[in-house]
């Protein structure tokens, strides 16, 4: 019972943290013109967007006080965000046959979280082969 309640609180904290990720980069990334034209934020928006970026770094905190995530689930976030920043731009780049500053930099944030993630698992790998 104990290891199904400590696999929830992994999955929680491991969606929380994804999500709340996700939903600030791409609020980020829209604002900036990223993908498409920056938005025209009229004044009284400003307020609505200033909340949701205070809920998303709340939902962001949360997660990541369920539970400490491990090397292995870090490892497996990182791979899982650099798969995801690596394949977005550069479809949508194939899709409208333009590359853009945004392409790139969304592109090297990819390889930054994929660099990122092989380091945790090449440094795992030397911890068990240390073990042996």
Do not use: C, H
């Amino acid at each position: 019972m104990k290891k199904d309640i400590k696999a929830v609180r992994s999955a929680i904290a491991f969606f929380l943290m994804t999500f709340s990720t996700a939903y600030l980069f791409t609020i980020g990334v829209r604002l900036t013109g990223g993908f498409t034209r920056a938005p025209e934020v009229p004044p009284e928006g400003l307020q609505s967007v200033g909340l949701s970026i205070i809920i998303g770094v709340a939902i962001l905190i949360v997660g990541a006080g369920i539970r400490r995530l491990t090397a292995a689930e870090m490892q497996s976030a990182l791979l899982g965000a650099a798969a995801v920043l690596l394949a977005t731009p550069v479809a949508t780049a194939v899709l409208s046959n333009t590359w853009t500053f945004s392409t790139v930099v969304v592109s090297a944030f990819g390889f930054l979280t994929l660099g990122f993630g092989l380091l945790i698992a090449f440094v795992r790998k030397a911890e068990s082969n240390a073990d042996e």
